[in-house]
């Protein structure tokens, strides 16, 4: 038997703009780009080889005729995630228009989950200026050469550190919310897969922000 | 005991309302939250003015109708419980104590602390129900049911539907509810039939209702008075992405 609107709309449509398919796409997309942090990380551990073996790795991503088409991947991975992620927090934002004077959960919510939207913003300011900076940026003398001149700048290793602080409390909860909006929970894997979350959070805030700690404070002149 | 209870007046559903103080003297600590508030009330009352709105039925922690917001916490500060089972005992003396009503756009305020939580009617009519066929009553060893599942179909069904879950929620999510409603059905036999639409329509009621999204940070679980699993809420996004990309219905 088919009846109603669920029949007569497009099954896709309608669970794109349902809110649990909403929250299925920042999901889904947060999870692909969580891909592209490990794969991004492996790339700039490069850094702490040499000069040669990081301007080569640069050299050889850059000469790949298949790049443009990752980067628009990318790109669309990232709109996808912030796009649904708004659309969700604006939805929610209007959801309780009168808000409490005293508001304070028994438990369940947790720092990273609190600052969701903070630490998303902060990530995607730091996205803008990370690829002004380095993808976009002047590397004639190599890529190896900008990223040092960069990180020698302490307010820009500091801001890069700062924001990477953020993305690991972004993961720390969109780790395990994107297990639980997939439908993926269970009594036994459920409590692994939080730990898991935090760290995966927590190697790839140390990973990432180890490169302008070591280049930018420890062996700066 | 005497208290200072700051509540939530509104006189209805379009004024701005706001916290008025008023003093709860000699409260005895054995008298649950709402006598303490029929106390106030009768004060009030001799006094000539209007009486604190509130909601409540059986006042022993079944039916779901009482409510309230009691220092920031649906229910109150105790777990598992609904605010007719929280006794005044677990205040202390001299405590000022903040109440104020659900707050969600779905819940209309009705009067001081008093809301319109009939938008859960309307997600149970969508799809809270299931088929029953005329004739006699079916052979009751004929549907196996495990232990395992069936006492799962039962913590879900001891969801009494008060809305605590989108008082506490910081989006005003009705996923708990929804989920809880949505597994008690999907994990008995009985039902199977509606199980698809079920999953579709009750979301889509939900969504129509003016419900925040999900954000998977648990409140609801922390707040529930009948300790309803967000594991619920999981198995309905899996009930919901079954039935819009598998089902052929």
């Known amino acids: 038997m088919t009846e109603g609107k669920c029949a007569s709309k497009c099954r896709l449509t309608s669970f794109m703009t349902s809110s649990l398919g909403k929250k299925f796409t920042v999901g889904a997309a947060g999870f692909l780009l969580g891909g592209f942090l490990v794969v991004h990380l492996a790339g700039n551990l490069f850094l702490f080889v040499g000069e040669g073996a990081f301007n080569h790795y640069a050299e050889t991503l850059s000469n790949n005729p298949l790049l443009p088409a990752a980067e628009i991947a990318l790109a669309a991975l990232f709109l996808a995630h912030i796009v649904f992620a708004l659309k969700v927090r604006f939805e929610n934002a209007k959801a309780r228009p009168v808000a409490y004077e005293v508001y304070e959960a028994k438990g369940g919510r947790t720092i990273g989950s609190k600052s969701m939207a903070v630490s998303g913003v902060l990530v995607l300011a730091f996205l803008i200026i990370h690829l002004k900076t380095f993808r976009f940026g002047d590397d004639k003398d190599g890529l190896y050469k900008l990223v040092m001149e960069w990180f020698k700048n302490p307010f820009y290793s500091g801001f890069y550190v700062l924001a990477l602080a953020g993305l690991g409390l972004h993961l720390s909860h969109g780790f395990q919310s994107g297990f639980q909006t997939f439908g993926l929970n269970h009594p036994r894997y459920t409590p692994l897969i939080k730990k898991a979350g935090l760290v995966f959070a927590a190697l790839i805030f140390l990973g990432f922000a180890s490169m302008p700690i070591y280049f930018g404070f420890l062996r700066a002149p | ?249």
């Not at chain 2, 777990?79 to 405590?95: I, V, Y």
């Not at chain 2, 199980?195 to 707040?223: I, V």
């Not at chain 2, 529930?224 to 309905?236: L, M, Y």
């Open chain 2, 1 to 249: 005991m005497n208290l200072t209870l700051k509540v939530w007046r509104q006189k209805g559903p379009n004024d701005a309302g706001k916290l008025v103080e008023y003093s709860a003297q000699g409260v005895s600590p054995d008298m649950s939250f709402l006598e303490m508030l029929d106390v106030v009330n009768e004060g009030l009352i001799k006094k000539g003015e209007d009486a604190i709105a509130f909601d409540s039925d059986c006042r022993e922690g079944i039916c779901g109708m009482c409510s309230l917001v009691i220092n920031g916490q649906p229910h109150g500060p105790e777990l598992g419980t609904a605010t007719c089972q929280l006794h005044m005992r677990t205040f202390s003396d001299g405590d000022t104590i903040v109440v104020e009503p659900f707050r969600a756009r779905a819940f209309p305020p009705v009067k001081d602390l008093a809301v319109d939580r009939s938008a859960f009617d309307r997600i149970m009519q969508a799809g809270g129900y299931v088929s029953v066929n005329t004739g006699n009553a079916p052979e009751a060893n004929a549907n196996l049911i495990s232990h395992h599942v069936a006492e799962k179909a039962m913590d879900a069904a001891a969801c009494i539907g008060c809305g605590a879950c989108v008082a506490a929620c910081p989006n005003a999510s009705a996923m708990l509810f929804v989920a809880a409603k949505v597994s008690q059905y999907a994990l008995l036999p009985q039902g199977q039939p509606e199980r698809t639409r079920r999953a579709l329509k009750m979301r889509e009621a939900m969504d129509d209702e003016g419900f925040g999204n999900c954000s998977n940070e648990y409140a609801c679980e922390a707040a529930c008075p009948k300790e309803i699993k967000v594991s619920n809420i999981a198995r309905f996004n899996r009930e919901h992405l079954k039935a819009s990309v598998c089902s052929e219905e």
